[in-house]
C-alpha cells in the first residue's frame, strides 16, 4: 500500500491600517500533521500465502523467489471434505525451500474432536508443519458454522495428538461474538481469555490498514495478520496479492517477528 499523508498547514495573515505601512505580523498557527497509515514493513515480515486446490499453482520456486518463506494450504473441511491439491503440493513446496502449513476449515456438522481427528489424518504433520484451524462463519451455509465448544474441542484433540497448539484464524468481530457487519451472522459467543482457543497464536483476518486485536488476545497480540486476500476488490490492500509469482492469487499474510523467528514459530 501507498502511504498517503494529509499535510495541513497554517496561513501568515497580515493587516495594514490607512496608508501607513505596517510591519507583517505572523498569526500562523501550529496545524498537526496527520500521520500516515502504518508502513507494513514496520508491521512484521510479508512472507506467507495461503492457498487451497482453488488457487492455480504453476511453480513452488517462483514463490521462493517472490521472497515467500512459508504456505499454509487448505487441508480439509468439517469431517469429510480433503482439498485434493493438499497432498500433491506439499512435496513440491517443500523441495522449493517453504515451509508448510496445513489448515482446517472448521464448521458444525460434526463435533470438534472428529474434525480435528479427520484433520490430523489428511494433513500428516511432521514436527515441522504448522496447524491452523479456520474458524470463521460459513457463508455458503452459515447453519453449518464452527461454534465455540467445538472449536475448543478441536484445539484440545490437536493438542493432545501432537503435543502443540493450532493457530487460530479468526476475524475480530467474530472472535469477540458479536455480528458481522454485511450478514449479521455471529459466532454467538465471545472467545474469552480462559479460553483454549485464547491459547492459541492468533492469526487475525482484517483487511485495515491495522489489526484490531480481539479481547481474547489483547495482552498477546497477533502471530499472523492476513492484511490481504485474493477476493478483497476495493479493499485497501487489494492489488498487492499478484506480486507473488508461481501461482494464479493468493492470500497475504504478515508475521509478528523476523525470519528467525519465524522459523522457530512454525514448528513451535
Not at 43 to 60: P, Q, W
Not at 236 to 247: C, E, L, R
Amino acid at each position: 500500500m501507498i502511504s498517503r499523508r494529509t499535510l495541513l498547514s497554517g496561513l501568515a495573515a497580515t493587516t495594514a491600517a490607512g496608508c501607513t505601512p505596517q510591519q507583517p505580523v505572523s498569526t500562523a498557527m501550529p496545524y498537526p500533521i496527520a500521520p500516515p497509515p502504518p508502513d507494513r514493513a514496520t508491521l512484521g515480515l510479508d512472507a506467507v500465502i495461503d492457498l487451497s486446490r482453488s488457487v492455480t499453482v504453476t511453480d513452488f520456486r517462483a514463490v521462493r523467489r517472490s521472497g515467500m518463506l512459508g504456505v499454509i494450504h487448505k487441508a480439509t473441511e468439517g469431517g469429510d471434505y480433503l482439498d485434493t491439491a493438499y497432498a500433491v503440493r506439499r512435496p513440491q513446496a517443500e523441495a522449493a525451500g517453504l515451509m508448510w502449513g496445513a489448515y482446517h476449515f472448521g464448521t458444525g456438522q460434526t463435533s470438534g474432536a472428529r474434525q480435528a481427528a479427520y484433520f490430523l489424518s489428511v494433513a500428516r504433520p511432521g514436527p515441522r508443519t504448522l496447524l491452523a484451524l479456520d474458524l470463521e462463519a460459513n457463508e455458503n451455509n452459515p447453519n453449518n458454522s464452527m461454534r465455540l465448544d467445538q472449536a475448543e474441542e478441536f484445539v484440545q484433540a490437536v493438542a493432545a495428538a501432537t503435543g502443540r497448539l493450532p493457530v487460530v484464524y479468526v476475524h475480530p468481530t467474530w472472535a469477540n461474538g458479536d455480528p458481522l457487519p454485511n450478514s449479521g451472522l455471529s459466532l454467538g459467543a465471545r472467545i474469552t481469555p480462559d479460553s483454549i482457543v485464547a491459547r492459541c497464536g492468533l492469526w487475525i483476518a482484517d483487511y485495515h490498514d491495522s489489526p484490531e486485536i480481539p479481547a481474547a488476545w489483547e495482552h498477546t497480540g497477533w502471530r499472523l495478520w492476513q492484511y490481504a486476500g485474493d477476493e478483497s476488490v476495493g479493499k485497501p490492500a487489494y492489488g498487492q496479492t499478484n506480486i507473488v509469482n508461481g501461482v494464479s492469487h493468493c492470500d497475504r499474510n504478515l508475521f509478528n517477528g523476523d525470519a528467525s523467528e519465524l522459523q522457530r514459530f512454525w514448528g513451535a
